[in-house]
């Protein structure tokens, strides 16, 4: 006769089907936190990619308002419509992103609300403000490549394309032929 009480199998059972339910649920609250937390990755990265694409859109518009005006001779738009226009784009920024890309966002920022400004140029004597106007305008894209810069290096976005993936390759070394041979066609009727 056997030395296993009656009781003891069903309680070995109870235990393993209790150690079993625990460790499904740690599994599971595993990978719902890796869920998340790659979502909120990607969300945040969304959120701070438009952000920059909006305020890149939105330097864009402002500075071919100032060279449109400039080239029909008429006087810039005020520096309270270029931060009416540019700041709903600019105040995310701010708040998303890093320091590097947010010091290069203010300095465009600051760039084109000069030009926004008043262009007598007060104190200096001999520089007329037409010229000190295309100056500063000749800047801009210089700045805005800063910026761009900063941002494709805080996104982690390369230049250059990603590698291509190698094709397939069957037992023998050759690269199989990733396209259908067409069936050959036959003037039986079906049936």
Request: net charge positive.
């Given at each position: 006769m056997?030395?296993?009480?009656?009781?003891?199998?069903?309680?070995?059972a109870?235990?393993?089907?209790?150690?079993?339910a625990v460790?499904?649920?740690?599994?599971?609250?595993?990978?719902?936190?890796?869920?998340?937390?790659?979502?909120?990755?990607?969300q945040?990265?969304?959120?701070?990619?438009?952000a920059y694409?909006?305020?890149l859109?939105?330097?864009?518009?402002?500075?071919?308002?100032?060279?449109?005006?400039?080239?029909?001779?008429?006087?810039?738009?005020?520096?309270?419509?270029?931060?009416?226009?540019?700041?709903?784009a600019?105040m995310?920024?701010r708040?998303?992103?890093?320091?590097?890309?947010?010091?290069?966002?203010?300095?465009?920022?600051?760039?084109?609300?000069?030009?926004?400004?008043d262009?007598?140029?007060?104190?200096?004597?001999g520089?007329?403000?037409?010229t000190?106007?295309?100056?500063l305008i000749?800047?801009?894209?210089?700045?805005?490549?800063?910026f761009?810069?900063?941002?494709?290096d805080?996104?982690?976005?390369?230049?250059?394309?990603?590698?291509?993936?190698p094709?397939?390759?069957?037992?023998s070394?050759?690269?199989?032929?990733?396209?259908?041979?067409p069936a050959?066609?036959?003037?039986?009727?079906?049936?």
């Amino acid at each position: 006769m056997s030395q296993i009480p009656w009781w003891g199998l069903p309680l070995v059972a109870v235990v393993f089907a209790f150690a079993g339910a625990v460790v499904a649920q740690l599994v599971s609250a595993r990978n719902n936190d890796l869920l998340s937390r790659k979502r909120r990755t990607r969300q945040w990265y969304d959120e701070r990619r438009d952000a920059y694409v909006q305020l890149l859109a939105a330097f864009e518009r402002a500075t071919y308002r100032l060279r449109a005006a400039y080239e029909a001779g008429d006087k810039p738009p005020s520096a309270i419509a270029y931060i009416d226009q540019v700041g709903p784009a600019l105040m995310p920024v701010r708040l998303l992103a890093s320091g590097p890309v947010r010091s290069a966002a203010l300095a465009v920022h600051l760039q084109l609300e000069r030009l926004h400004g008043d262009m007598n140029p007060a104190g200096v004597v001999g520089v007329e403000p037409r010229t000190h106007f295309r100056e500063l305008i000749a800047q801009v894209p210089l700045v805005m490549q800063q910026f761009e810069a900063a941002v494709r290096d805080e996104l982690g976005i390369a230049n250059t394309p990603p590698e291509a993936i190698p094709a397939a390759k069957n037992g023998s070394g050759r690269i199989r032929a990733m396209r259908r041979v067409p069936a050959a066609k036959t003037d039986k009727p079906v049936g």
